[in-house]
């Protein structure tokens, strides 16, 4: 079963969840333990940490083979893309387009 890493585990991703555990293994990022503790009951294995520390994003390199990115574009999509090809084990992300 192929790996989800989901960035932004908000309103939007926590809908899709029952749809997404059903397809993937899903990992995805979150600042504080109680919102661990939501996504763990969803079937997610949550992972603390936040995006604008480097350290946190390094950790999440190669742990997933897809991601789905529903965080808020960064000040630079530059910066977001990084942020994805590091999420990603061995695809690097081309483009970032906001909607």
Same mark, same amino acid.
């Given at each position: ?8 585990a908000g309103d939007v991703a926590r809908r899709a969840l029952p749809?997404?555990?059903?397809? =993937? ?12 503790? &939501? ?10 940490? +936040?995006? +604008?520390?480097?350290? &946190? ?7 997933? +083979? +897809? ?10 999509? &530059? ?10 084990? =061995? ?9």
């Amino acid at each position: 079963m192929r790996t989800l890493m989901i960035i932004g585990a908000g309103d939007v991703a926590r809908r899709a969840l029952p749809e997404l555990t059903r397809r =993937w293994r899903v990992l995805a990022l979150c600042r504080s333990n109680a919102s661990a503790e &939501a996504l763990r009951r969803q079937g997610v294995t949550p992972i603390l940490g +936040d995006l +604008d520390a480097p350290r &946190a994003l390094r950790r999440l390199a190669g742990l997933a +083979d +897809d991601l789905l990115l529903t965080a808020p574009p960064r000040k630079s999509a &530059a910066r977001t893309c990084a942020c994805a090809s590091c999420c990603l084990r =061995w695809q690097k992300v081309a483009g970032y387009h906001s909607v």
